[in-house]
């Protein structure tokens, strides 16, 4: 049965950092493409950031380049986002995604979701 669910969202005030994580059962993250989306109330959901099966290449929306950072632990089988300088326009519910390519971070074709974690910034 394959599974995500993320940890580690809460309330953080502006400019305060999170680092979120995402635990895979079923699977081992190393072997697909992983990723971190993000929807606002009212808004669709967005590519936040993927890293590659190997773990070489990772991509960013604009938005957060130079502030978050996506990894993974494959003998953990966790992917993690380090997310910094937090604004209030990060305020988000944050969803791990993995999919079998990189090539997009469009959410269509990201196939296994977690739950979601919501990042509120103050």
């Known amino acids: 049965h394959v599974q995500l669910v993320e940890f580690g969202g809460g309330a953080v005030p502006g400019g305060g950092s999170l680092r979120l994580s995402c635990a895979g059962s079923g699977f081992i993250v190393s072997t697909v493409c992983m990723g971190w989306f993000r929807q606002a109330p009212g808004k669709e959901r967005e590519g936040v950031a993927v890293?590659?099966?190997?773990?070489?290449?990772?991509r960013y929306a604009d938005s957060v380049k130079g502030r978050f950072t996506i990894n993974r632990d494959i003998v953990e089988s966790t992917l993690y986002l380090r997310m910094n300088r937090l604004g209030a326009e990060d305020s988000a519910m944050y969803y791990c995604?993995?999919?079998?390519?990189?090539?997009?971070?469009?959410?269509?074709?990201?196939?296994?979701w977690g739950q979601g974690t919501q990042v509120t910034v103050s």
């Open positions: 890293i590659t099966d190997d773990g070489t290449r990772t």
């Open positions: 995604a993995a999919g079998a390519s990189c090539r997009t971070m469009d959410p269509r074709q990201f196939d296994v």
